[in-house]
């Protein structure tokens, strides 16, 4: 089992920045992938980015990597994302996901995931 909590969500103006952090503990060693998805009420969950855990290989949803880098702390168990020039539609609940197994589609899906945080709100206001 892979335990993860999600913090660094709030309230930031537009063309702020928030940086999540992702803190994982249990048998994080047989973490494969840990990824960054957000969601809005209504719609389905969006990928934001992956981080390959055993190479350090980064992909970021090309309609955010302008913005959104997500980086890890080994020693902490740790992801991060950092995310700059925010905008209102930035505005989600931001979750954290695990999987301890080959990705498919290179963590690029919800379904790929077997562990995730209970998310952390991030508010942009204009």
């Known amino acids: 089992q892979v335990q993860l909590v999600e913090s660094g969500g709030g309230l930031v103006q537009a063309g702020g920045s928030l940086r999540l952090s992702c803190a994982a503990s249990?048998?994080?060693?047989?973490?494969?992938?840990m990824g960054w998805f957000r969601q809005v009420p209504g719609k389905e969950r969006e990928f934001v980015a992956v981080l390959n855990w055993r190479t350090g290989s980064t992909y970021c949803a090309d309609s955010l990597k302008d913005r959104f880098t997500i980086s890890r702390d080994n020693a902490e168990n740790t992801v991060y994302l950092q995310m700059n020039s925010l905008n209102p539609d930035d505005t989600a609940v931001y979750y954290c996901a695990a999987t301890t197994r080959r990705t498919v589609v290179g963590g690029r899906q919800p379904w790929e995931y077997d562990y995730w945080g209970p998310g952390t709100q991030v508010t942009v206001s204009s």
């Open positions: 249990g048998r994080t060693f047989s973490n494969y992938a």
